[in-house]
């Protein structure tokens, strides 16, 4: 079945330091692959996604390659800031797998002024 | 973007009594919702897909009986807490996705229920 794993937390910055955490997948189709953030004690807020292989998401600042030949979407940000502080999950969804999503076991964040 | 809107927030029970969470999809129609529970610390696991006009499909380990999904129509889909203890104790989180975007899209999830029985 499908799964994805996630680079152990939790992981502790300094402000403008640089961010990456990484992620893996195992999959039987082609599926879309998602970062989510989730602030405590708040649901999830898509961060960014790539849908094929050699896509790029970005947002706010975070990116992430949808790399097929190393089966990894990991997420990087140049300069991370204390308001980033969070927990992130890697996802993906897979049509062969009726739409569900698979997270992985998420990565918490703390940013540090 | 689209939105999920889960209610309650948070919701306190005694044991014994049944709590029902609702979510709805405000700008879009969603035929499949999904039901997710997450301890502390911890991913989330998915409960079941609920699947308007049909029975809830629930994954392994899930007590169909004790965690009761309806989704009535298109935009709105429940889970009931039956018999509450404790143990359940848990965020409760929902998605959905816009069927007409297709099920490869991402999940726009609610805003989670805290549900805490004593």
């Known amino acids: 079945g499908d799964s994805v794993t996630q680079m152990e937390g939790p992981v502790t910055l300094s402000e403008e330091a640089f961010l990456t955490i990484n992620c893996t997948y195992t999959?039987?189709?082609?599926?879309?692959l998602f970062w989510y953030v989730q602030y405590p004690g708040e649901g999830l807020q898509l961060l960014l996604k790539a849908t094929k292989a050699d896509d790029k998401g970005s947002n706010k600042g975070f990116e992430a390659t949808y790399r097929k030949e190393t089966t990894s979407f990991h997420l990087e940000k140049g300069s991370v800031q204390v308001s980033d502080s969070a927990v992130y999950f890697c996802?993906?969804?897979?049509?062969?797998?009726?739409?569900?999503?698979?997270f992985g076991d998420g990565t918490t964040l703390t940013v540090k002024p | 973007g689209a939105v999920v809107s889960q209610h309650p927030s948070w919701v306190i029970c005694k044991s014994g009594t049944s709590v029902k969470i609702e979510c709805r999809s405000l700008?879009?129609?969603?035929?499949?919702m999904f039901w997710y529970r997450q301890f502390p610390k911890q991913s989330l696991m998915l409960m079941a897909t609920?699947?308007?006009?049909?029975?809830?499909?629930?994954e392994q380990g899930v007590e169909k009986d004790k965690f009761l999904i309806n989704h009535a129509s298109l935009t709105l889909s429940t889970l009931t807490v039956t018999s509450a203890h404790p143990e359940d104790s848990s965020f409760y989180i929902c998605?959905?996705?816009?069927?007409?975007?297709?099920?490869?899209?991402?999940?726009?999830f609610g805003q989670g229920t805290r549900l805490t029985v004593v």
């Open positions: 700008d879009f129609q969603a035929t499949t």
């Open positions: 999959a039987t189709g082609y599926p879309s």
């Open positions: 998605s959905a996705r816009d069927i007409a975007q297709g099920l490869n899209t991402e999940a726009f």
């Open positions: 609920s699947n308007e006009g049909s029975k809830a499909t629930y």
């Open positions: 996802a993906l969804s897979d049509l062969t797998n009726a739409g569900k999503s698979t």
